[in-house]
Nanobody, 120 residues
Framework: QVQLVESGGGLVQAGGSLRLSCAAS????????MGWYRQAPGKLRELVAL???????YYVDSVKGRFTISRDNTKNTVYLQMNSLKPEDTAVYYC??????????????WGQGTQVTVSS
């Protein structure tokens, strides 16, 4: 089994910063990618950012230039540095880890979610 523990959410004023962390433990082998999703009330969950095993990154357009994703492979931990936060960034943020399980198969694991609230 794989466990993901998130931390770092909270309440911040617009223009402020937060840093989210997600540590993976357990049978963590062959991590393919790690990422962050978010879900605001009444909206679908969306991919915010991800980082591959090779270090390539992807960001949704709305956070480019403001958010930075990084990972520490020695700790199986992924971070999301969020700067210049806007009220529209308010959501529950979920960590995601994708493990390769053989061939083209993979398994996705999710954190419990952490609330990020940005006040105007």
């Amino acid at each position: 089994q794989v466990q993901l523990v998130e931390s770092g959410g909270g309440l911040v004023q617009a223009g402020g910063s937060l840093r989210l962390s997600c540590a993976a433990s357990g049978r963590v082998f062959s991590i393919d990618r790690m990422g962050w999703y978010r879900q605001a009330p009444g909206k679908l969950r969306e991919l915010v950012a991800l980082i591959t095993s090779g270090g390539s990154t992807y960001y949704v357009d709305s956070v480019k230039g403001r958010f930075t994703i990084s990972r520490d492979n020695t700790k199986n931990t992924v971070y999301l540095q969020m700067n210049s936060l806007k009220p529209e960034d308010t959501a529950v943020y979920y960590c995601n880890v994708r493990l390769l399980t053989g061939g083209s198969s993979f398994a996705d694991y999710w954190g419990q979610g952490t609330q990020v609230t940005v006040s105007s």
